[in-house]
C-alpha cells in the first residue's frame, strides 16, 4: 500500500517555473517505479514524467527538456520540476506508484497509465495568458 499526497501547484506566468512535490508514505513493500500524469479540463489525461528505483527517468516528448523528475529524502519525496511553462501545461498534475516493481518499456520506467496502482488528489498548475 502507497498513499501518495500531491502540493506545489498554483498559477504561474509564462516562461516561468515551478516545483512539484509528492509525499510518499509507503504502507508496506512495493511501488518502485513513480510516475506524473496530468489531465487538463476537458482532455485525455496523459503521461508525463516516470523514475525508476534506480533514479532512470522518461518524459513525454511535449515536457522533455523542460521538466525534471528527481527523488529525495531517501525516496520519500517525489518532485517534478517545471520549467518554461506555457499555456499547454495548464492542468491539473498527478502522481502515482506502481503496484510492485517498476514496468519498463525499452529498459526506461513506464509512461502507461494502467501501469499505475496508486493515486495522490492532483494539484492543479495554471498558466495565465
Known amino acids: 500500500q502507497v498513499q501518495l499526497m500531491e502540493s506545489g501547484g498554483g498559477a504561474v506566468q509564462a516562461g516561468g517555473s515551478l516545483r512539484l512535490s509528492c509525499i510518499i508514505v509507503?504502507?508496506?513493500?512495493?511501488?518502485?517505479?513513480m510516475g506524473w500524469f496530468r489531465r487538463a479540463q476537458g482532455q485525455e489525461p496523459e503521461a508525463v514524467a516516470a523514475?525508476?528505483?534506480?533514479?532512470?527517468?522518461s518524459y513525454a516528448e511535449s515536457v522533455q527538456g523542460r521538466f525534471i523528475s528527481s527523488m529525495a529524502n531517501a525516496k520519500k519525496i517525489l518532485y517534478l520540476e517545471m520549467n518554461s511553462l506555457n499555456s499547454a501545461d495548464y492542468a491539473t498534475y498527478y502522481c502515482?506508484?506502481?503496484?510492485?516493481?517498476?514496468?519498463?518499456?525499452?529498459?526506461?520506467?513506464?509512461?502507461?497509465?494502467?501501469?499505475?496502482?496508486?493515486w495522490g488528489q492532483g494539484t492543479k498548475v495554471t498558466v495565465p495568458s
Open positions: 509507503k504502507k508496506s513493500a512495493g511501488g518502485e517505479c
Open positions: 523514475i525508476g528505483s534506480d533514479g532512470r527517468t
Open positions: 502515482a506508484s506502481a503496484k510492485w516493481v517498476c514496468p519498463l518499456l525499452n529498459g526506461l520506467p513506464s509512461l502507461v497509465q494502467p501501469d499505475y496502482t496508486y
